[in-house]
């Protein structure tokens, strides 16, 4: 990238050079079409848009480019095309609204378009009423930041993707704000990419969805509202740090799905207000440690086919339920979490409980096998159910113990913390609110 950024400043041609180009388009000017500005423009010369609207049908940029927007000119699909086809490497666009995508069922259209490019950078543009927004396919070194992409989603068969990427490597996703679309964040064979700092709210199905991608880091994104939180599904050595997952309701729904990952660290994140905080399916050699799970439904539920995990130091406070575990794994640990209803004593003032804490519940699994019984949560036989099954276990995994429960909940003690990105002042809705801090007293990250 900055070989290519030299290189567009000063282009040698023999013994001399030529300097790259700025050509001006606004409505007034001698160039008034974005389109006849691309055409005219030499490779790594900037193009710059100043204010005016723009219905020009799909524009195709097929050299390397800089196109801005100052004052915020507008490109409209007026709902019959795609808008921005990016076909060449080194590519900059930034400072524009972009709105009004065509909608397809045989196409997926999207305001802008990167087909099998390298190192682009897609800056401070704003979607509106997008079929697909952003949509990479076998790109790489790429940067999507700071982007606020909203669309007007109703139902998933009829919607698409706010940032979609699919065979991509080295991708950063960046402090972009999604909304009403059907996955806020779509990532398929998307490999080494950073996703952090966005902040993915009332979309359709998922605030991010991801399979068959590794190596890759979510940090400090927040996931609110969504029709089904975060799912994560084959793929192997994902870290995620630091996120928010919360008020994601529903009968199926979640803060975040693992279903046949492996290998990976679930690490400083923030379940809260979730049907259940995290399900995990045939999922191997995870490590959950320093997350808060508060006030879910169910903090854990973790099915069957699930080995080696090792879910220590964390928070659980206030859920219904703290964990359903219906896999017999022996080599699984539950030790040194806090428990916010653990009743045990610390009779040597160690910090540790001196009784072992069992947080599975019998009413959790009877609550799996028939959701109706829930009515009967807050009543003593259910206080009598639980107690005697903790005393005598005989329907929960014995093994599901935790020998070492905390008498105090872990506190703060990182320096990265879980962050909530700023929205844009330009469109202005009912999806745009203040985001909202963690719950007072809630840390995020642990000693």
Known sequence: MFRWILTCFLIPMGQGAIWANNILVCPTCPVFSVKEGIRLAGPCDTVTVDGGHFAEGNLLIDKELWLIGKNWPVLDGEGKTEIITVASNHVHIEGFKIENVGTSYTEDRAAIRLQEVSDFCIKNNQLKNAFFGIYSQHSKNGIIEGNTIHGEAKEEVSSGNAIHLWYCDNIKIINNWTSGHRDGIYLEFVNSSTIKGNLSEHNVRYGLHFMFSNDDNYLQNTFRNNGAG???????????????????????????????????????????????????????????????????????????????????????????????????????????????????????????????????????????????????????????????????????????????????????????????????????????QPALNSQEGADNHFK
């Open 230 to 432: 975060v799912a994560v599904m084959y793929s192997k050595r994902i870290g995620m740090h630091g996120n928010l997952f919360e008020k994601n309701w529903g009968p199926s729904a979640f803060g975040l799905l693992l279903k046949e990952i492996h290998d990976s660290e679930i690490e400083g994140n923030q379940f809260q207000e979730n049907t259940v905080g995290i399900f995990a399916e045939t999922s191997n050699r995870i490590v959950y440690t320093k997350n808060n799970f508060i006030q879910n439904g169910w903090a854990m539920r973790i099915s069957g086919g699930c080995q080696n995990l090792q879910i220590t130091s964390n928070n659980f406070i206030g859920n219904s339920f703290d964990l359903a575990v219906h896999t017999s794994g022996a080599d699984n640990k539950f030790d040194g979490n806090f428990w916010s209803d653990y009743a045990g004593y610390d009779l040597d003032h160690n910090g540790i409980g001196d009784v072992p804490h069992r947080p599975m519940k019998l009413f959790s699994h009877v609550v799996s096998q028939t959701p109706e019984s829930m009515i009967l949560l807050r009543s003593l036989f259910v206080d009598i159910l639980n107690f005697s099954e903790k005393v005598s276990p005989i329907f929960t995994p014995e093994n599901v113990v935790d020998n070492q429960p905390r008498m105090k909940k872990w506190t703060a003690a990182s320096t990265v913390k879980t962050t909530n990105t700023p929205l844009p002042k330009a469109l202005p809705g009912k999806f745009l």
